[in-house]
């Protein structure tokens, strides 16, 4: 069985860019949820994922964006690159049943905006 | 609005005792707690979960205690082992759709 994945492990940006984060779910789950997770603290709920929709947003701005593919995998689009965007961003993946669905996490991406 | 604590950063215990890992929440709709140990360079992994409809949730070395009335949960882990040592989140959720994390306590174990 495969566990969650992420890409880039490592990225480096300036202010204003633009990145694109990659998660591969594990087999057999459906749902994809991504957090932000700066130094010293907790991670923090970006967005989740359920069957290629949105299910729910946490508070961040509409610069940070995502999709699901038909296979499940994700991705996290942020515009606009702030200093205060560097953080280890964390893909978790659950198979939603309505039950205990128990999000598994990926390694994570370190981004660092200069 | 932290609605998540951990409020001890650091905890430093000696292998083969027992290390207790404390929780606070003030939302009262949480219905489900985990917990996550995370070591360097790596994502959270999944240790243990408790419904809110339960008190006590046991596997192996790892027993969550829940006091919904002080709103309060806890790791046991016994006995510690050097392996334990880890940063381990406190995270709560209603329905599965977000984790709410708290900040995290650095268990260390020496031996």
């Known amino acids: 069985e495969t566990g969650v994945t992420q890409s880039p492990t490592h990225l480096i940006k300036t202010r204003g860019q633009q990145v694109t984060l990659r998660c591969s779910s594990q087999?057999?789950?459906?749902?994809v949820s991504w957090y932000q997770q700066a130094l010293g603290q907790g991670p923090q709920f970006i967005f989740q994922y359920y069957r290629e929709e949105e299910n729910g947003r946490g508070n961040f701005p509409p610069r940070f964006s995502g999709l699901q593919f038909p296979n499940y995998s994700s991705e996290l689009n942020v515009n606009a690159l702030e200093l205060d965007d560097s953080a280890l961003y964390l893909c978790?993946?659950?198979?939603?049943?309505?039950?205990?669905?128990?999000?598994?996490f990926g390694p994570g991406t370190r981004l660092t905006v200069l | 609005d932290q609605q998540v604590k951990q409020n001890s950063p650091s905890l430093s215990v000696q292998e083969g005792r027992i290390s207790i890992l404390n929780c606070d929440y003030t939302n009262s709709m949480f219905d489900y707690f985990l917990w996550y140990k995370k070591y360097p360079a790596e994502g959270p992994t999944f240790l243990i979960s408790i419904s809110s409809i339960k008190d006590k949730n046991e596997d192996g070395r790892f027993t969550v205690f829940l006091n919904k009335s002080a709103k309060h949960l806890s790791l046991h882990i016994v006995p510690s082992q050097p392996g334990d040592s880890a940063v381990y989140f406190c995270a709560a959720t209603k329905g599965f759709q977000k984790l709410v994390f708290g900040t995290g306590t650095r268990l260390l174990v020496s031996p």
């Open positions: 087999s057999g789950h459906n749902t």
């Open positions: 978790a993946s659950s198979f939603s049943s309505g039950g205990t669905d128990t999000q598994y």
